[in-house]
């Protein structure tokens, strides 16, 4: 079992990552206070076993799974059942899924009588190597990706790879997808990733990935919680890929992909992004596509989402989109194209993909 403790400014994190973790943290986790938990049906479905050892006699929430799902009134529902269960500032939340169950249920924790403890269990790939750590919470309001949220930590991540097991190819693409954001910003994750594109879903491959990228958002968090500088780094690829996401039926993920591929085109073109730098990122990224491929998307009519990046929360109000892009080796920008030009620089990028 390995540990990192992320010392933010509002609260310090423990995040335990092994294959060890539950059995070694939970009991002492659960006891001494009254206890709720959150889980999607498909991970209830998956782990009736894990349930019953660690969670009998709790009230267990359990939301039908997908991102769909991630809405206010979602929300609403699980303070309901929060509130008919009993629970009192003093008692703690367990978020046991991915990025939805991990974003909603930790701002249902911080919600409720002004924030109560929460623990976040990621089981997935996606989840561990990003969403679980940081204390970003949200839901979806609107047609627009995470608009209304509140950050939060969680007093304890923990990360047991064990789960990884039961995912199929899909959602192993799409933890990829947020792993391939880091290596666009740490030169020793791009690196492996780069020697080892015919190995991308090895899961035991990938294990071995989950602490170097936990350890890097976890000293970005350290020195800008609240996303005013450095964290803006960890939104690589997400201002063209949330305005695709939710359009184009894509996984968070491979809409994560396909943002990176789009603004890493679009910086190269504009002299933002050492060009040999970014066609080796290029490279990685078409390689984690290539993964359990779909149906290319229809991008013919990518000038309306791109109506959608007008929303997004890096914007600052002065009409023009904001992208975080890698820029070369261990280094990125934020990178700021005037609406009408950002449009346009993003239909050319997307004409020959």
């Known amino acids: 079992m390995r540990q990192i403790v992320l010392k933010a400014p509002s609260a310090a994190a423990n995040i335990y990552i092994g294959s060890?973790?539950?059995?070694?943290?939970?009991?002492?986790?659960?006891?001494?206070?009254?206890?709720?938990?959150?889980?999607?049906?498909?991970?209830?479905?998956?782990?009736?076993d894990f349930f019953k050892i660690y969670f009998d006699g709790v009230e267990i929430f359990v939301l039908q799974a997908g991102e769909e799902y991630k809405t206010f009134s979602s929300l609403q529902a699980i303070l309901e059942r929060m509130a008919t269960a009993g629970l009192l500032r003093t008692s703690r939340l367990f978020a046991v899924g991915g990025g939805v169950i991990g974003d909603i249920g930790g701002l249902a924790a911080a919600l409720y009588m002004r924030g109560i403890s929460c623990v976040q269990i990621p089981t997935t790939l996606l989840s561990q190597v990003d969403s679980s750590v940081g204390g970003k919470t949200a839901v979806d309001l609107c047609g627009v990706k995470n608009i209304v949220g509140?950050?939060?930590?969680?007093?304890e991540v923990l990360i047991d790879p064990t789960f990884l097991k039961t995912l199929p190819v899909r959602e192993v693409k799409c933890g990829i997808g947020e792993i391939v954001k880091y290596a666009a910003l740490s030169a020793t994750i791009f690196k492996r990733l780069y020697e080892n594109l015919n190995v991308l879903t090895d899961l035991d491959f990938l294990t071995d990935l989950i602490y170097d990228c936990v350890a890097h958002k976890a000293r970005v968090v350290e020195i800008d919680e609240k996303e005013t500088g450095e964290r803006k780094s960890l939104n690589v690829g997400h201002t063209t890929g949330h305005a695709v996401e939710l359009s184009h039926n894509l996984s968070h993920g491979e809409s994560v992909?396909?943002?990176?591929?789009?603004?890493?085109?679009?910086?190269?073109?504009?002299?933002?992004?050492?060009?040999?730098?970014?066609?080796?990122?290029?490279?990685?990224?078409?390689?984690?596509?290539a993964l359990a491929p779909l149906s290319e998307p229809d991008f013919s009519g990518i000038d309306k989402d791109a109506e959608k990046a007008k929303?997004?929360?890096?914007?600052?109000?002065?009409?023009?989109?904001?992208?975080?892009?890698?820029?070369?080796?261990?280094?990125?920008?934020?990178?700021?194209?005037?609406?009408?030009?950002?449009?346009?620089?993003?239909?050319?990028?997307?004409?020959?993909?």
């Not at 943290?25 to 006891?31: F, Q, V, W, Y």
């Not at 509140?150 to 007093?155: D, G």
């Open 311 to 353: 929303s997004d929360k890096k914007n600052v109000g002065d009409g023009a989109i904001k992208m975080a892009v890698a820029k070369a080796e261990n280094e990125w920008t934020l990178y700021s194209l005037p609406f009408d030009k950002y449009k346009a620089a993003l239909m050319k990028a997307a004409q020959d993909m």
């Open 20 to 48: 060890d973790v539950l059995a070694a943290r939970l009991p002492r986790l659960t006891s001494g206070q009254t206890n709720f938990v959150l889980t999607d049906s498909n991970v209830f479905a998956l782990y009736p």
């Open 150 to 155: 509140a950050f939060y930590q969680p007093c």
């Open 257 to 289: 992909l396909y943002g990176m591929l789009l603004e890493t085109k679009m910086a190269i073109a504009a002299g933002v992004c050492e060009k040999a730098y970014g066609e080796k990122l290029l490279k990685i990224i078409r390689g984690a596509l």
